[in-house]
């Protein structure tokens, strides 16, 4: 398969050489990736000044903006020949629930959502994890399947692997997404001229994180694989709130 690989750690990320390198064992693999840790970045796109690419030796393409600027720019007019899937990660650290909104490793992936194949986000359940191995050769699993079985486009797969050797997997489990509790503090100081700053807290820990959530799965060691789509709508309330909307 042609594959595009992304992230939102930046182009010389371990976890996106890591995959890089298992991938190309199996497939064709360019990369369009952040000149920087785009951490947090959602699906922001640059619109109000140009962006610049830097290309290496080795084919990568940074690029100063966001993942999913990187990943638009490369379906719109880097790439010579469009590539069949997007493949974003591995990410330092879990993308597990409500993560999911604020990720640019799951950016980078739903802006590949209208090509042919599923896109694919990758995240260790971990920070500063020691086996970026065993994420990417799940990923390369997951991926080998869907050339054997392809599953349709417009989907998006959060995955997020437990950050153990490989031989410690439980498996692979199918999930929904959970929820976090409400985010740490925010820490406020000085700046050395005496101004206030503020310093965004970490995300709480998870709360509803039963079985059958991404969060009990990366927690049994298993490879959590959840389906997300684009489509904010409630569609649970729509009757309601229409019933609710004949009095306006
Ligand atoms: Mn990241």
Known sequence: MRILLSNDDGCT???????????????????VAPDRNRSAASNS??????????????????VDGTPTDCVHLALASLLPEKPEMVVSGINNGPNLGDDT????TVAAAMEGRHLGSAAIAVSMSAYNPKHYDTGARATLHIISELARNPFPGHTILNVNVPDVPWDELKGFEVTRLGHRRQSEPVAEALDP????IYWIG????????GPGTDFHAVEHNRVSITPLLVDLTRHSVLDKLGDWARAL
């Open 13 to 31: 990320a371990p976890g996106l050489l890591a995959l890089a390198r298992q991938l190309r064992s199996e497939h064709h693999v360019d990369i």
């Open 45 to 62: 796109l640059t619109i109000l000044v140009p962006l610049r690419i830097q290309r290496h030796d080795d084919g990568t393409i940074c």
């Open 101 to 104: 909104l604020y990720s640019g």
């Open 193 to 196: 001229r005496g101004r206030p």
């Open 202 to 209: 970490p995300a709480g820990p998870g709360a509803d994180a």
